[in-house]
């Protein structure tokens, strides 16, 4: 591939991925307008939202392990569009909390965030995403240097609560949440294997190699 | 060749004395059934309009819920715990026939069936709020009749405190379950006082139509001043007992569901507050009301009791 075809063909995947992180909103207006929302609408918007919050967020988590075991470029061309699709539903699901269900009642906000855990982490996680989306630029990635790095690593964090929020507000059918608890866990857990288990092998290797 | 019979009779074919004794009881038990036979069955599918249903001024003057969405958004978990899965999967239930069995403290305890206990006393429409613990409400027109009627029949003696309820345990019928999501049969109670509390319903249709399936069919309890979890649905089972009965959900989650579960706004959930419910078909939500709006009738059961300890 010339440089030129490359170019193409990586404009053309995000382009897809573009249109794709539009697709769960698009296929939510259309039920809401078809009047498809089912009985409870706003409890219908409020559980979508979050499913598919956490849907992007484990789907940005993919991306480096993808291309590690790929050697594919594409998946961390994807990346910071997938963060800021996580971002994004993540301020819907919120605004639906906020607006249709607390009715902007700031009080109620803060009663919920203090006394009810899975609150409290859902909320924690937001607010954590915050600043990660508002560092996604080039130029906040020139500027903060290596510090970029370290602030983008409490994604993981967002995961854990991520999970824990939906775990923790679940009345009896735990099925779901730890499916998505299962996920974040072999993502995490490759994470785990490729910085602490793999170094460590090489070095007792190298010992090995050194002592024979 | 000559067969020889013995003249004695093998032990097993004696009839049992107390079977024996039971052939009035069985001779008058086949004269009822045939009698019956001749009354004109009850509708038994869902959907079926119920005949000589009376009106009552049970009536909170609130526009009802409306049938499609009382059909489907339904919390029943022995059909699944999604709220649109009971309306899916409830079609292999059989509501007929159908008997309850009534057990305990009681002077005529016996399995009784459904068509019966529906001649104990005449249908009545009442519609009521249902409030739901998940701060969602409805307005249903159910049709049935009291429970007070049906303990009437029965006669529980002195010792009987409490009415125990079970719902039918069978996974063929009732494929959610065959996970133990909840500690299956599902089982609530009431206290005696609460039990025969004029409000309290044993429904069998709404709408002026038999129960659909996902709503309980063909037998469930209306509290209306409970969180809607108590109000257990397709009903098999009721003991008469002399001690508080295990509950599903408080046996579950204790902090979370209590055994009395009266509507209070001022005891939070601890998940979430209860001082706010959406009524199905609202967009923002509502105050919810002491007792579910039933203080004036019901607050008088709890005189002295503090309900943030007895939730």
């Not at chain 1, 607006?99 to 919920?112: I, M, N, Q, R």
């Not at chain 2, 649109?84 to 016996?110: K, Y």
């Not at chain 2, 019966?116 to 429409?125: G, I, K, N, S």
């Not at chain 2, 029965?154 to 039918?168: D, G, N, R, S």
């Amino acid at each position: 591939m010339t440089p030129r075809e490359r170019t193409r063909t990586t404009d053309l995947i995000k382009t897809t991925a573009f249109l794709a992180g539009l697709a769960p909103l698009a296929w939510l207006s259309a039920r809401a307008l078809g009047g498809g929302l089912g009985a409870n609408p706003v409890e219908t918007i409020t559980h979508f939202t979050g499913d598919w919050t956490l849907r992007l967020l484990l789907l940005t988590l993919t991306a480096s392990p993808l291309r590690g075991i790929s050697g594919w470029q594409w998946p961390l061309q994807l990346r910071r569009m997938l963060g800021l699709y996580t971002f994004f539903y993540a301020c819907l699901h919120a605004t639906t909390y906020f607006v249709l269900d607390l009715e902007l009642d700031l009080g109620g906000l803060a009663e919920d965030v203090a006394k009810r855990p899975y609150i409290t982490v859902g909320f924690t996680a937001f607010v954590l995403l915050i600043p990660l989306a508002a560092t996604s630029t080039r130029r906040m990635i020139k500027r903060l240097g290596r510090h970029w790095q370290r602030l983008h690593r409490a994604v993981y964090a967002i995961g854990v609560l991520g999970v824990l929020h939906y775990l923790w507000l679940v009345k009896a059918d735990l099925r779901e949440p730890l499916l998505y608890a299962a996920a974040l866990l072999l993502l995490l857990g490759w994470r785990v294997y490729r910085r602490v288990l793999v170094p460590r092998l090489n070095a007792a290797a190298r010992a090995r190699a050194a002592s024979a | 060749m000559l067969i020889r019979r013995s003249a004695t009779l093998a032990p097993s074919e004696i009839t049992p004395r107390a079977l024996f004794e039971q052939r009035r009881l069985f001779l008058k038990a086949g004269a009822a059934t045939a009698a019956a036979a001749l009354l004109p069955n009850l509708p038994a599918r869902a959907g079926d309009r119920l005949a000589g249903v009376v009106k009552t001024p049970y009536d909170p003057g609130e526009p009802p819920t409306p049938l499609a969405d009382v059909t489907r958004y339904n919390n029943f978990y022995e059909f699944g715990t999604g709220k649109e899965d009971p309306a899916r999967n409830a079609g292999r239930l059989r509501t007929r026939p159908w008997s309850v069995t009534v057990e305990g403290h009681c002077e005529r305890p016996g399995r009784y069936d459904l068509e019966d206990v529906l001649r104990w006393a005449p249908l009545e429409e009442r519609i009521y709020r249902l409030r739901c613990v998940e701060a969602w409400s409805m307005v249903v027109p159910w049709v049935g009749l009291p429970l007070a009627a049906v303990l009437a029949h029965v006669q529980p003696t002195a010792q009987a405190k409490y009415v125990a309820f079970e719902t039918l345990f069978d996974p063929e019928q009732m494929p959610g379950q065959n996970r133990s999501i909840l500690d299956w049969p599902y089982r609530e109670g009431l206290r005696m006082d609460e039990a025969l509390h004029p409000l309290t319903l044993l429904a069998v249709g709404l709408y002026g139509e038999v129960l659909p399936n996902q709503n309980g069919a063909p037998l469930r309890l209306v509290v209306p001043w409970k969180y809607g979890f108590k109000s257990i649905k397709s009903i098999v089972r009721l003991r008469l007992v002399e001690t508080v009965p295990e509950t599903t959900w408080n046996r579950m989650q204790p902090d979370e569901y209590g055994f009395y579960a009266n509507v209070n706004p001022a005891v939070d959930h601890p998940r979430w507050s209860q001082k706010r419910e959406r009524r199905i078909g609202d967009l923002f939500k509502r105050d919810t009301l002491p007792f579910n709006g039933y203080a004036e009738q019901v607050a008088a059961l709890y005189g002295g009791m503090d309900l943030k300890r007895y939730y």
